[in-house]
């Protein structure tokens, strides 16, 4: 046993006496000790199996994010994204429509996971059908909501945002089901207007009628910056949350910076905050920029 032979027995017990009693407990042993080595090690098994499960899912998720930016002359994008567990329910997104346009997106599942992964892979697959041949947002909107309302289950829903960039016009037609706040850096005040979302999240009724969006005029220097809840609910040791405050004086403090410095001042800002307070939630940014004309 000591050299790891559990299928060893004390053989041809004979006598009754404390010896053969002590012999009959050591088989007894022996044969539980076995019993629960195998069970460990068939839950190992299962473990491992699940961790290369979960990580292949990762990967697939990890994917479905966009490698490249579209080329937009007087614009700096960027999108980043970080799970709180080995996949999420945040996704970001940019399209070049057949107009020229951009529809840059980003969304939000209940929960995190497995589950809301795979709604996010859904909703993905939806918006990038459904905007190529919608000229308008809303009900573009209206059908994907309408497509996932057949899709989910009841206390399943997704909070979804649409910023379709109109880079001619240097407008920006934003539009929000259930997604908000969405903060836009104005350079000239040096202040952040909030938007509150037009309409419900995703999910819950259908023919509900999104739109029309709110147009936003970009001007140099002009940031949008679209982010979930995990930024400004992430609380710290005390329970205290981030709050929407400090996003917007995150987003002012480094307002001069490209789009991608922006994201990672405002996750780093948020961390220092919530000290050694666990990520509860998945953080997801997505940062439109005009450039300042030199």
């Given at each position: 046993m000591a050299e790891g032979d559990l299928d060893a027995r004390v053989e041809n017990i004979g006598t009754h006496d404390e010896i053969g009693s002590l012999a009959l407990d050591v088989n007894t042993m022996t044969a539980r000790l076995r019993h629960h080595v195998e069970r460990l090690a068939a839950e190992a098994t299962t473990r491992q199996k699940f961790e290369h499960d979960l990580s292949i899912a990762r990967d697939i998720q990890r994917g479905l994010l966009p490698v490249h930016r579209p080329s937009l002359?007087?614009?700096?994008?960027?999108?980043?994204?970080?799970?709180?567990?080995?996949?999420?329910?945040?996704?970001?997104?940019?399209?070049?429509?057949?107009?020229?346009?951009?529809?840059?997106?980003?969304?939000?599942?209940?929960?995190?996971?497995?589950?809301?992964?795979?709604?996010?892979?859904?909703?993905?697959?939806?918006?990038?059908?459904?905007?190529?041949?919608?000229?308008?947002?809303?009900?573009?909107?209206?059908?994907?909501?309408d497509l996932l309302c057949d899709d989910l289950q009841s206390e399943r829903f997704v909070t979804f945002v649409v910023a379709l960039l109109e880079p001619t016009t240097h407008t920006v037609r934003l539009l929000s089901a259930g997604h908000g706040p969405l903060l836009l850096y104005r350079a000239a005040q040096d202040c952040v207007e909030s938007f509150i979302a037009h309409n419900i999240p995703f999910g819950l009724f259908q023919n509900l009628g999104y739109g029309p969006p709110s147009i936003l005029e970009m001007r140099p220097g002009d940031t949008l910056v679209l982010i979930t809840d995990g930024f400004f609910e992430w609380p710290n040791p005390k329970g205290e949350q981030f709050g929407i405050q400090k996003v917007e004086v995150a987003i002012r403090a480094a307002a001069s910076r490209s789009a991608d410095e922006l994201i990672q001042h405002l996750y780093t800002e948020v961390t220092c905050f919530a000290e050694d307070a666990p990520q509860l939630d998945d953080l997801t940014a997505v940062v439109l920029k005009r450039v300042k004309e030199t």
């Open positions: 002359p007087g614009y700096d994008l960027a999108g980043w994204s970080k799970p709180a567990d080995q996949t999420g329910g945040d996704y970001y997104d940019w399209q070049t429509l057949p107009s020229g346009n951009t529809a840059i997106t980003l969304a939000d599942v209940t929960g995190h996971g497995i589950g809301p992964a795979l709604v996010t892979a859904v909703c993905r697959a939806y918006a990038r059908a459904t905007f190529p041949n919608g000229a308008d947002v809303g009900r573009v909107l209206d059908q994907i909501n």
